[in-house]
Protein backbone atom coordinates (compact mmCIF):
# COMPACT_ATOMS: atom_id res chain seq x y z
CA UNK A 1 0.00 0.00 0.00
CA UNK A 2 1.36 3.75 -0.90
CA UNK A 3 2.00 5.99 1.59
CA UNK A 4 -1.08 8.05 0.37
CA UNK A 5 -2.99 5.19 0.41
CA UNK A 6 -2.03 4.33 4.10
CA UNK A 7 -3.62 8.32 4.75
CA UNK A 8 -6.73 7.22 3.15
CA UNK A 9 -7.25 3.82 5.64
CA UNK A 10 -6.18 5.88 8.79
CA UNK A 11 -9.61 6.48 9.78
CA UNK A 12 -9.95 2.97 10.57
CA UNK A 13 -8.25 3.04 13.38
CA UNK A 14 -11.03 5.78 14.57
CA UNK A 15 -13.61 4.06 14.46
CA UNK A 16 -12.14 0.62 15.03
CA UNK A 17 -14.69 -0.26 17.71
CA UNK A 18 -18.12 1.18 16.84
CA UNK A 19 -18.91 -2.33 14.45
CA UNK A 20 -19.05 -4.09 18.09
CA UNK A 21 -20.51 -1.19 19.93
CA UNK A 22 -23.15 -0.84 17.20
CA UNK A 23 -23.87 -4.88 17.00
CA UNK A 24 -23.79 -4.43 21.08
CA UNK A 25 -26.06 -1.38 20.73
CA UNK A 26 -28.62 -3.69 18.85
CA UNK A 27 -29.69 -5.75 22.04
CA UNK A 28 -27.77 -8.61 20.14
CA UNK A 29 -27.61 -11.39 23.11
CA UNK A 30 -24.23 -13.26 23.38
CA UNK A 31 -25.87 -16.35 21.92
CA UNK A 32 -27.35 -14.48 19.34
CA UNK A 33 -25.74 -15.67 15.26
CA UNK A 34 -25.24 -12.67 13.74
CA UNK A 35 -25.53 -13.19 9.57
CA UNK A 36 -23.49 -10.83 7.31
CA UNK A 37 -23.30 -9.68 4.08
CA UNK A 38 -20.14 -8.80 1.80
CA UNK A 39 -21.06 -7.07 -1.43
CA UNK A 40 -18.38 -5.76 -3.81
CA UNK A 41 -18.88 -2.12 -3.82
CA UNK A 42 -16.53 -0.07 -6.37
CA UNK A 43 -17.81 0.93 -10.08
CA UNK A 44 -15.59 0.69 -12.72
CA UNK A 45 -14.94 4.35 -14.00
CA UNK A 46 -14.23 3.46 -17.78
CA UNK A 47 -17.14 1.23 -18.10
CA UNK A 48 -19.83 3.04 -15.91
CA UNK A 49 -21.43 -0.28 -14.19
CA UNK A 50 -21.00 -2.04 -10.86
CA UNK A 51 -19.40 -5.36 -10.98
CA UNK A 52 -21.78 -6.18 -7.92
CA UNK A 53 -23.48 -8.79 -10.50
CA UNK A 54 -20.14 -10.35 -11.78
CA UNK A 55 -19.07 -10.73 -8.16
CA UNK A 56 -20.90 -13.02 -6.32
CA UNK A 57 -22.14 -11.32 -3.12
CA UNK A 58 -20.65 -13.21 0.06
CA UNK A 59 -22.48 -14.90 2.98
CA UNK A 60 -20.79 -14.50 6.40
CA UNK A 61 -21.81 -15.49 10.15
CA UNK A 62 -20.61 -15.89 13.78
CA UNK A 63 -22.37 -16.15 17.06
CA UNK A 64 -21.97 -12.38 18.87
CA UNK A 65 -20.08 -13.70 21.87
CA UNK A 66 -16.92 -15.22 20.04
CA UNK A 67 -17.07 -11.50 17.97
CA UNK A 68 -13.67 -9.37 17.98
CA UNK A 69 -14.00 -6.21 19.69
CA UNK A 70 -12.01 -4.08 16.77
CA UNK A 71 -12.96 -3.98 13.11
CA UNK A 72 -9.01 -5.02 11.71
CA UNK A 73 -9.12 -7.94 13.86
CA UNK A 74 -13.16 -8.57 12.82
CA UNK A 75 -12.95 -12.59 11.28
CA UNK A 76 -16.49 -14.60 9.94
CA UNK A 77 -17.48 -17.80 9.10
CA UNK A 78 -18.08 -18.66 5.28
CA UNK A 79 -20.75 -21.15 4.56
CA UNK A 80 -18.24 -23.40 5.08
CA UNK A 81 -17.06 -22.08 8.26
CA UNK A 82 -13.59 -21.12 7.23
CA UNK A 83 -12.67 -17.63 8.46
CA UNK A 84 -12.73 -14.90 6.65
CA UNK A 85 -11.09 -11.33 7.54
CA UNK A 86 -13.85 -8.95 6.77
CA UNK A 87 -11.13 -5.53 6.64
CA UNK A 88 -9.28 -6.72 4.34
CA UNK A 89 -11.87 -7.79 1.90
CA UNK A 90 -13.41 -4.10 2.60
CA UNK A 91 -10.47 -2.99 1.76
CA UNK A 92 -10.54 -4.44 -1.47
CA UNK A 93 -14.40 -3.37 -2.48
CA UNK A 94 -17.00 -5.15 -0.76
CA UNK A 95 -19.18 -3.68 1.40
CA UNK A 96 -19.88 -5.04 4.78
CA UNK A 97 -23.58 -5.28 5.55
CA UNK A 98 -25.55 -6.91 8.64
CA UNK A 99 -28.88 -8.33 9.33
CA UNK A 100 -30.43 -6.03 11.40
CA UNK A 101 -33.60 -7.82 13.16
CA UNK A 102 -33.20 -11.63 14.99
CA UNK A 103 -33.68 -14.86 13.52
CA UNK A 104 -33.83 -17.98 15.37
CA UNK A 105 -30.40 -20.04 14.53
CA UNK A 106 -29.90 -20.16 10.92
CA UNK A 107 -29.62 -17.29 7.90
CA UNK A 108 -33.21 -19.04 6.89
CA UNK A 109 -34.79 -19.78 10.31
CA UNK A 110 -37.74 -17.60 10.72
CA UNK A 111 -37.38 -13.92 12.94
CA UNK A 112 -37.84 -14.48 16.44
CA UNK A 113 -37.21 -10.30 17.36
CA UNK A 114 -37.43 -6.99 16.65
CA UNK A 115 -33.96 -5.36 17.47
CA UNK A 116 -34.99 -1.45 15.77
CA UNK A 117 -37.02 0.14 13.65
CA UNK A 118 -35.29 2.37 11.09
CA UNK A 119 -34.71 4.21 7.55
CA UNK A 120 -32.24 5.19 5.08
CA UNK A 121 -32.08 8.44 4.58
CA UNK A 122 -30.22 8.94 1.02
CA UNK A 123 -29.77 12.50 0.07
CA UNK A 124 -27.54 12.03 -3.01
CA UNK A 125 -30.26 11.12 -5.25
CA UNK A 126 -33.52 12.51 -7.28
CA UNK A 127 -35.12 10.02 -8.65
CA UNK A 128 -38.49 10.15 -10.40
CA UNK A 129 -40.42 7.74 -12.41
CA UNK A 130 -41.86 9.14 -16.06
CA UNK A 131 -44.02 8.36 -18.52
CA UNK A 132 -42.88 10.51 -21.51
CA UNK A 133 -40.04 12.21 -23.00
CA UNK A 134 -41.66 15.60 -22.21
CA UNK A 135 -42.10 14.85 -18.66
CA UNK A 136 -38.44 13.83 -18.62
CA UNK A 137 -37.31 17.27 -20.29
CA UNK A 138 -39.80 18.96 -17.86
CA UNK A 139 -38.14 16.98 -14.63
CA UNK A 140 -34.43 17.91 -15.69
CA UNK A 141 -35.70 21.58 -16.15
CA UNK A 142 -36.85 21.56 -13.04
CA UNK A 143 -34.06 20.43 -11.16
CA UNK A 144 -31.64 22.61 -13.21
CA UNK A 145 -33.49 25.72 -12.36
CA UNK A 146 -33.49 24.72 -8.78
CA UNK A 147 -30.72 27.47 -8.14
CA UNK A 148 -29.85 25.91 -4.42
CA UNK A 149 -29.05 22.44 -6.45
CA UNK A 150 -25.65 21.28 -7.52
CA UNK A 151 -25.77 18.26 -9.79
CA UNK A 152 -23.59 15.86 -10.50
CA UNK A 153 -24.83 13.71 -13.20
CA UNK A 154 -28.19 12.74 -14.75
CA UNK A 155 -29.06 9.61 -15.91
CA UNK A 156 -31.91 8.08 -17.56
CA UNK A 157 -33.10 4.52 -18.17
CA UNK A 158 -36.21 2.94 -19.98
CA UNK A 159 -37.89 -0.48 -18.11
CA UNK A 160 -39.93 -2.88 -19.99
CA UNK A 161 -42.62 -1.10 -19.91
CA UNK A 162 -41.54 1.73 -21.30
CA UNK A 163 -41.51 4.45 -18.51
CA UNK A 164 -38.33 6.42 -17.65
CA UNK A 165 -36.37 6.26 -15.06
CA UNK A 166 -34.56 9.36 -14.15
CA UNK A 167 -31.57 9.68 -11.33
CA UNK A 168 -29.79 12.50 -10.74
CA UNK A 169 -26.90 12.57 -8.09
CA UNK A 170 -25.90 15.42 -6.52
CA UNK A 171 -22.25 16.74 -5.82
CA UNK A 172 -20.62 15.84 -2.39
CA UNK A 173 -20.75 19.82 -0.81
CA UNK A 174 -24.72 19.73 -1.54
CA UNK A 175 -25.11 17.09 -0.18
CA UNK A 176 -23.20 17.72 2.82
CA UNK A 177 -25.39 20.76 2.85
CA UNK A 178 -28.65 18.60 3.10
CA UNK A 179 -27.16 16.39 5.92
CA UNK A 180 -26.96 19.31 7.84
CA UNK A 181 -30.52 20.97 6.91
CA UNK A 182 -31.99 17.37 7.98
CA UNK A 183 -30.59 16.97 10.99
CA UNK A 184 -31.57 20.68 12.26
CA UNK A 185 -34.81 19.90 10.50
CA UNK A 186 -35.72 16.08 12.69
CA UNK A 187 -33.59 17.24 15.70
CA UNK A 188 -36.45 16.83 18.11
CA UNK A 189 -37.59 13.92 17.11
CA UNK A 190 -34.07 12.00 16.27
CA UNK A 191 -32.84 13.38 19.43
CA UNK A 192 -32.66 9.76 21.39
CA UNK A 193 -31.96 7.73 18.46
CA UNK A 194 -28.92 5.75 17.25
CA UNK A 195 -27.87 7.46 14.30
CA UNK A 196 -25.12 6.20 11.73
CA UNK A 197 -23.35 8.47 8.68
CA UNK A 198 -23.11 7.03 5.55
CA UNK A 199 -21.16 9.15 2.47
CA UNK A 200 -24.82 10.08 1.64
CA UNK A 201 -26.91 10.40 4.68
CA UNK A 202 -27.85 8.90 7.87
CA UNK A 203 -29.19 4.92 8.62
CA UNK A 204 -31.48 6.27 12.00
CA UNK A 205 -32.04 3.19 14.31
CA UNK A 206 -34.95 3.17 17.42
CA UNK A 207 -33.53 0.32 19.64
CA UNK A 208 -36.89 -1.71 20.26
CA UNK A 209 -37.75 -3.39 23.25
CA UNK A 210 -40.49 -5.86 22.79
CA UNK A 211 -41.21 -5.16 19.42
CA UNK A 212 -44.23 -7.23 17.72
CA UNK A 213 -43.34 -8.66 14.52
CA UNK A 214 -46.52 -8.55 12.62
CA UNK A 215 -46.40 -4.58 13.26
CA UNK A 216 -42.77 -3.76 11.80
CA UNK A 217 -43.34 -3.47 8.31
CA UNK A 218 -46.23 -1.43 8.71
CA UNK A 219 -44.35 0.86 11.25
CA UNK A 220 -41.22 0.72 8.37
CA UNK A 221 -43.37 2.32 6.11
CA UNK A 222 -44.83 5.09 7.77
CA UNK A 223 -41.23 6.06 9.32
CA UNK A 224 -40.11 6.10 5.66
CA UNK A 225 -43.50 8.17 4.61
CA UNK A 226 -42.39 10.43 7.61
CA UNK A 227 -38.82 11.49 6.64
CA UNK A 228 -39.44 10.99 3.13
CA UNK A 229 -36.87 8.44 3.26
CA UNK A 230 -36.05 5.36 1.23
CA UNK A 231 -39.30 3.25 0.82
CA UNK A 232 -37.62 0.06 0.30
CA UNK A 233 -36.12 -0.58 3.90
CA UNK A 234 -39.06 -2.06 5.25
CA UNK A 235 -38.64 -5.86 4.67
CA UNK A 236 -37.59 -7.93 8.14
CA UNK A 237 -34.22 -9.25 6.60
CA UNK A 238 -33.28 -5.89 5.26
CA UNK A 239 -29.09 -5.67 5.82
CA UNK A 240 -27.56 -1.81 6.54
CA UNK A 241 -24.06 -0.87 6.43
CA UNK A 242 -22.37 -1.50 9.71
CA UNK A 243 -20.15 1.44 10.76
CA UNK A 244 -16.38 0.61 11.18
CA UNK A 245 -15.96 -0.34 7.87
CA UNK A 246 -16.00 1.58 4.71
CA UNK A 247 -17.95 2.74 1.58
CA UNK A 248 -16.07 2.21 -1.42
CA UNK A 249 -18.60 3.02 -4.15
CA UNK A 250 -15.85 5.43 -5.63
CA UNK A 251 -12.51 3.30 -5.03
CA UNK A 252 -10.64 6.58 -5.11
CA UNK A 253 -12.57 8.41 -2.06
CA UNK A 254 -13.42 6.20 0.70
CA UNK A 255 -15.94 7.36 3.22
CA UNK A 256 -15.77 5.74 7.03
CA UNK A 257 -19.26 4.95 8.03
CA UNK A 258 -19.44 6.18 11.61
CA UNK A 259 -21.89 6.34 14.05
CA UNK A 260 -22.78 10.13 14.50
CA UNK A 261 -24.95 9.32 17.81
CA UNK A 262 -25.37 6.59 20.35
CA UNK A 263 -29.13 7.22 21.32
CA UNK A 264 -29.98 7.00 24.75
CA UNK A 265 -29.97 3.86 27.09
CA UNK A 266 -33.35 2.67 27.20
CA UNK A 267 -34.81 0.97 24.10
CA UNK A 268 -37.95 2.59 22.85
CA UNK A 269 -41.33 0.24 22.41
CA UNK A 270 -43.38 0.23 19.61
CA UNK A 271 -46.14 2.28 20.81
CA UNK A 272 -43.92 4.81 22.62
CA UNK A 273 -42.83 5.45 19.04
CA UNK A 274 -46.16 5.42 17.28
CA UNK A 275 -47.26 7.97 19.72
CA UNK A 276 -43.97 9.78 19.68
CA UNK A 277 -43.94 10.72 15.19
CA UNK A 278 -48.11 10.50 15.50
CA UNK A 279 -47.50 7.89 13.25
CA UNK A 280 -50.90 6.23 14.55
CA UNK A 281 -53.16 7.38 11.37
CA UNK A 282 -49.95 6.06 8.97
CA UNK A 283 -49.85 2.53 10.76
CA UNK A 284 -53.45 1.84 11.16
CA UNK A 285 -53.73 2.36 7.35
CA UNK A 286 -50.99 -0.45 7.07
CA UNK A 287 -52.36 -2.55 9.48
CA UNK A 288 -55.68 -2.75 7.71
CA UNK A 289 -56.44 -5.47 5.81
CA UNK A 290 -57.73 -4.63 2.05
CA UNK A 291 -60.80 -5.60 1.46
CA UNK A 292 -61.85 -8.10 -1.18
CA UNK A 293 -64.40 -7.31 -4.15
CA UNK A 294 -66.72 -9.69 -3.73
CA UNK A 295 -68.36 -10.36 -7.42
CA UNK A 296 -72.30 -11.03 -6.82
CA UNK A 297 -73.56 -13.12 -9.34
CA UNK A 298 -77.12 -12.32 -10.62
CA UNK A 299 -79.78 -14.67 -11.58
CA UNK A 300 -81.08 -13.66 -14.92
Known amino acids: ?121 DLNKISALLKTKDQVQQKIDSILSNPSERIQSITITQNKKGQYHLLAQRTKQRVAELKKQFIIKHGDRIKDTMIVETKNGYHIYWIMQGGDISKFVPIQKALAQTFDSDPMITNLSRVMRIPGFYHLKNPDSPYMVKVKQWGREKPFTQEELIELLELKPLVTAKLRPKRRKLHVRHAS
Open 1 to 121: MTQSRAKVFKPVQLYSSHAYRFIEKLGCKPSDQLHFLLIYDAKNKNRGFSFATELPAITLHKPFHTLERLVPQIKLFSRRNKLVNVSRLNKKGYAVFMEINCRETTKDSPFKAIRAQFIDV
